[in-house]
Structures are given as structure tokens and as C-alpha cells.
């Protein structure tokens, strides 16, 4: 029995789709970095960054581009409550940073700063 020149061209488009399928899930894509970046806090000011540890580790406190004050701390923010929180494990360090920011809330780490706060980049 011979093979229709429908059935043939379905089987070759199942296999370019196929092959194409393939192609994308091998390769991947861009999608989002948020794994190469971190957000801090400069627990002088309150403005939060986003600071990139593709290819390199990083000393915490983190120093502020500007300052080269070790015045940026590793934060969160909590979806649920929707604040910003500095991480709880480096809270002891705050002792070492002079004129900490009043939106900064000793006790419990909470960041006194708009839910909505875009991060600003740091590479």
C-alpha cells in the first residue's frame, strides 16, 4: 500500500513541529534574570537596589556605589503583608552603619518605603 501525498505531508509537518519544539526547550531563552540579582537596602536612605551577582560573589553589607559605605543590606519583600523587610540574619550588623534612616524599623527589619519601589540597577 502506497502512502497518500496527504498522509506524508502531515507526517512532515509533525515532524517540523516536532523538530522545532525540540529546538526551543533545548535552547531556552532570556527570560527573566532574577536569578543573577539582588535587592538591597541603603539603611541610610531607604532606597532599594537591585544589584547583580552574575560571575562574582558579593561582601555583606554591600558598599554603596557612591558612598563606598558598607551601607546596603540584603532585603525582601513579603507579598503577603506587602513590605519591604530587611533579611533578619544580617540586622545585627545595622550596630556598625551610623544615621540609620527612620525607615528603617530597628526591631523588625521593616523598610518604611512604598510596596510599589522599583529598585534602582546596580551592574
Request: aromatic share 6%; charged share 25%.
Amino acid at each position: 500500500m502506497q502512502a497518500k501525498p496527504v498522509q506524508i505531508a502531515v507526517i512532515v509537518i509533525g515532524l517540523l513541529v516536532g523538530l522545532v519544539g525540540i529546538f526551543l526547550a533545548v535552547s531556552g531563552g532570556s527570560g527573566p534574570d532574577l536569578a543573577n540579582k539582588r535587592i538591597f537596602i541603603d539603611v541610610t536612605t531607604g532606597d532599594a537596589y537591585a544589584v547583580s551577582t552574575k560571575g562574582r560573589s558579593l561582601i555583606l553589607p554591600y558598599r554603596h556605589p557612591e558612598t563606598n559605605e558598607k551601607t546596603l543590606f540584603p532585603a525582601r519583600f513579603d507579598e503577603e503583608s506587602e513590605t519591604w523587610h530587611l533579611n533578619a540574619r544580617y540586622m545585627g550588623a545595622l550596630d556598625r552603619v551610623g544615621n540609620i534612616s527612620d525607615k528603617i524599623d530597628l526591631e523588625s527589619g521593616k523598610v518604611d518605603i512604598p510596596a510599589d519601589t522599583k529598585p534602582k540597577v546596580i551592574d
